[in-house]
C-alpha cells in the first residue's frame, strides 16, 4: 500500500483513538458533527442546482469549446491542459462554480487524463479568494486592503501554472 | 458578483446554441437533476468527515495541533502578542483549514480579524498582520481534500488519492509565492 492510499484510514484511526483516550463520547460527537455538515450539504444545494446547470449549458452549447479552442493554440504551448482553464477563471469567485467546472472537467476528460489530475490538484490547492477576502475584511469593516489582492492573486496564478508542474513531473 | 456570473454563463450559452446548433433543452432538464445527485454523492463524505473532525475538536485534538502549529506561525506575525486572543483565533484558524473544517475555520478567522483591529488599532485600512493572514486563508493549506477526492472516485479513478502529494507541493509554493509577495510589497510602502 502506498503511503497516500494509508494516509486516510491512518488519519481516522488516530482521531478515534485520541478521542477514546481522552474520554470523549465519540459516538455522540460523530453524529453530532455529520448532523452540522448536513445542513452545510442542504444549503449547498440550490447554489449547485444555479451553477452546475449554467455551467452544463456552457459545455452543451458548444461555448466552453468556442473559448477553449480560441485559447488553446498559445495555452498548449505552455504545456497548460485548455480545459482547465474555465476552472482557473472561476476558482477565485466562486467555490460551487468551480465545483461544478472540476465535476464538467472530470466527467468529460476522465479523472485520470492530464487535464483531470491537472484539475484536481488546482481545486485541491487554491481557494475562492475573493470572496475570502471579502468576509474577513467585511467583517471588520476594512475597506483599504493594500497589498492583499494583488499577493492573494500571485499566489493563485502561481497555484494553476505549480498545478501543472507537479502533475508532469509526480502523476 | 455571482448574478453577473450566472447571468453570463446562460447569456453566452444561447448565443453560442445559435452559432453552433447544439440544443440546450437537455441540458436545462437534465444538470438540476445531476446537481441534486452530485450533492448527495458529496454529502456522505462531508458527514463522515465533519463527524470525525467534531471528534477531533471536542477531545482537544485539534486544539494540541494548533500550538504546535503557533511555532511556525509566530514568525510570518511580528507585530501580534503571541498568548493574545487574536494570535491564538490564528493559530485555530489554520488548523481547521488545514483539517478540512470549513465550518469551524470561518468564524477563527472572522475572530481573528476582530481582534487583530483591536490590538492594531486598523481604522479602515489592512494590518500587515491581517494581510499575511488573509493571504494565508486565500491560498487552500488541506491536509486532505476529501472533495477533490470522493469526484474522483465517482469517476472511475484508478488511483484517486495519488493527488494528494501534489496538491500539499502546490499549496506550499503558491503560499510562498503569496507571502513573499505580501512582505516585499509591504517593506516597498514603507520606504
Redesign the interface.
Known amino acids: 500500500m ?4 494509508l ?2 484510514p491512518a ?2 484511526v ?3 483513538l ?2 477514546l ?2 474520554g ?1 463520547d ?1 459516538f455522540a ?10 445542513t ?3 444549503e ?2 440550490p447554489t ?16 466552453s469549446e ?1 473559448m477553449t479552442n480560441a485559447c488553446s493554440g498559445t495555452l498548449m504551448r505552455l504545456g497548460f491542459p485548455p480545459e482547465c482553464l474555465p476552472l482557473a477563471l ?1 476558482r477565485p ?2 467555490g460551487s ?1 468551480a ?2 467546472v ?2 464538467s472537467v ?2 468529460h476528460c ?3 487524463s492530464l487535464a ?2 491537472a484539475a ?8 475562492t ?2 470572496y ?2 471579502a ?3 467585511g ?10 489582492v ?3 492573486i ?3 496564478i ?2 494553476f501554472v ?2 501543472v508542474i ?2 508532469g513531473i ?2 | ?2 448574478k453577473y ?2 447571468g453570463l ?2 447569456i ?6 445559435l ?2 446548433g ?3 433543452t ?3 432538464l ?3 437533476v ?3 445527485e ?2 448527495i454523492y ?2 456522505g463524505g ?16 485539534t486544539e494540541k495541533i494548533s500550538s504546535v502549529l503557533g511555532m511556525v506561525l509566530g514568525k510570518l506575525f511580528p507585530g501580534l502578542d503571541k498568548n493574545g486572543r487574536a494570535f491564538r483565533a490564528i493559530c485555530m484558524n489554520v488548523t481547521a483549514n488545514l483539517l478540512g473544517l ?2 469551524a475555520a ?1 468564524p477563527a ?2 475572530e481573528a ?2 481582534e ?2 483591536k490590538e492594531e488599532g ?1 481604522g ?3 494590518t500587515p498582520s ?2 499575511i ?3 494565508l ?4 493549506l ?8 470522493s ?2 472516485i ?18 506550499a ?3 510562498t ?3 513573499t ?2 512582505i516585499l ?2 517593506r516597498g ?1 514603507k520606504k
Open positions: 502506498s503511503f497516500t492510499e494516509l486516510i488519519v481516522t488516530i482521531v478515534i485520541w478521542g483516550k481522552s470523549t465519540i460527537e460523530f453524529i453530532a458533527g455529520a448532523k452540522e455538515n448536513l452545510v450539504c442542504m449547498l444545494l449547485l442546482i444555479a451553477l452546475i446547470t449554467a455551467v452544463g449549458m456552457f459545455t452543451a452549447s458548444g461555448a468556442l472561476i469567485v466562486s462554480g465545483l461544478a472540476y465535476e472530470l466527467s476522465g479523472p485520470d483531470g489530475k484536481s490538484v488546482m481545486i485541491g490547492s487554491t481557494e479568494t475573493f475570502t477576502i468576509v474577513y475584511y467583517a471588520v469593516g476594512i475597506k483599504k486592503t493594500r497589498h492583499t494583488p499577493a492573494a500571485i499566489g493563485d502561481t497555484g505549480v498545478s507537479t502533475v509526480l502523476l | 458578483m455571482m456570473i450566472f454563463l446562460i453566452l450559452s444561447a448565443a453560442a446554441s452559432i453552433t447544439n440544443g440546450l437537455e441540458a436545462i437534465n444538470e438540476p445531476r446537481a441534486v452530485l450533492c458529496l454529502c462531508m458527514c463522515f468527515w465533519g463527524g470525525l473532525m467534531r471528534i477531533a475538536e471536542s477531545s482537544g485534538l470549513g465550518n470561518t478567522g472572522i480579524v476582530k487583530m483591529a486598523a479602515d485600512t489592512a491581517m494581510i493572514f488573509t493571504v486563508n486565500t491560498a487552500s488541506t491536509l486532505i481534500p476529501s472533495t477533490a477526492i469526484l474522483r465517482k469517476y472511475g479513478s484508478t488511483a484517486p488519492a495519488e493527488i494528494i502529494p501534489a496538491i500539499w507541493i502546490t499549496s509554493v503558491s503560499l509565492a503569496a507571502l509577495a505580501a510589497m509591504n510602502k
